[in-house]
């Protein structure tokens, strides 16, 4: 079973997709954004409400309070146990956001070793031939695959099994998923989505942003610093005097911008079928895909 992975820049269109798309396979979407997993971070994160999840069930939403820590780790955890859970129900998930740290880790494993900065540097000291010869001994699996003028590569393995005692082709391949996926991302003109998003933040303040960040800040006032999200950090800035409201606004744009133009450069670097919206209909074209496989 393939479950389906829906990944694109902020404001493309991807939780109305996903709505569609979960009706149609009549199944559950697993929230991949690393800001809508806070409780009372809505307007800013543009958080789904229950009149727009329209019956379907969402999850990794509203997990925990501002300011306690949900790392890459935490999702992966979380994830896996509702994928296992909806396979012995025979159901495919769908997993729609656009934290790709997220997205790859579920998808292709998460990677979790230990790591010494000093022994690292004690190995990079020696002889790259030298180094991979020792890796020949403890770990030939991985010493086939990586040639000796891979240095960094070479001092990783050997770091890793410095410290555990086991092989690192051995601890790497519990990393990897036991899930698969079809993943497709969504795409447009860039300035299309620029527009969007100076669009979105608009109907954001008009909605509450600023109230909403104000019960933030009273709130959490002892940890704002740990609140490092775009719509909020900016609005912190404001009420602390240090930008007008005008200014804290044109940042949330262009720093909405910027995370948008980092998530599409991601997007590109890894293996995603990519759908531009404005030439094809994303529902169709991936319920024929998943028809298909």
Not at 129 to 147: G, I, T
Not at 168 to 176: E, G, Q, V
Request: some cysteine; aromatic content about 8%; overall charge positive.
């Amino acid at each position: 079973m393939k479950h389906i992975v829906i990944f694109g820049p902020t404001a493309i269109g991807k939780t109305s997709l996903s709505i569609k798309l979960a009706r149609h396979l009549d199944t559950e979407i697993i929230s991949a954004d690393s800001a809508q997993v806070y409780k009372k971070l809505n307007i800013g994160t543009a958080k789904i409400s229950k009149e727009e999840m329209k019956g379907i069930k969402h999850h990794l939403i509203d997990v925990v309070e501002p300011c306690t820590k949900f790392d890459v780790a935490k999702f992966v955890n979380f994830g896996s146990v509702i994928l296992e859970n909806l396979e012995n129900k025979n159901r495919q998930a769908i997993i729609v956001g656009g934290t790709g740290l997220y997205i790859k880790a579920l998808s292709d494993g998460l990677v979790d070793l230990p790591a010494d900065s000093n022994l690292r540097s004690q190995l990079e000291s020696q002889d790259a031939q030298y180094l991979h010869d020792r890796l020949q001994e403890v770990d030939s699996n991985y010493a086939e695959r990586v040639p000796p003028n891979n240095k960094r590569r070479v001092v990783r393995a050997l770091e890793v099994f410095e410290l555990t005692g086991k092989p690192f082709s051995y601890l790497h391949s519990f990393s990897k998923s036991k899930f698969s996926f079809h993943k497709f991302a969504l795409t447009r003109d860039r300035e299309e989505i620029y527009k969007n998003i100076n669009k979105r933040t608009d109907i954001m303040m008009k909605k509450g942003l600023l109230e909403e960040a104000k019960k933030i800040y009273e709130e959490y006032k002892h940890c704002l610093d740990e609140i490092n999200i775009i719509g909020y950090k900016e609005l912190f800035s404001y009420l602390k005097g240090e930008l007008t409201l005008q200014e804290a606004i044109d940042l949330i744009k262009k720093n909405s911008r910027n995370y948008a133009k980092r998530q599409i450069t991601w997007m590109k670097a890894n293996n995603f079928d990519v759908i531009d919206v404005d030439k094809i209909d994303p529902l169709k074209y991936i319920l024929n895909k998943v028809d298909r496989s």
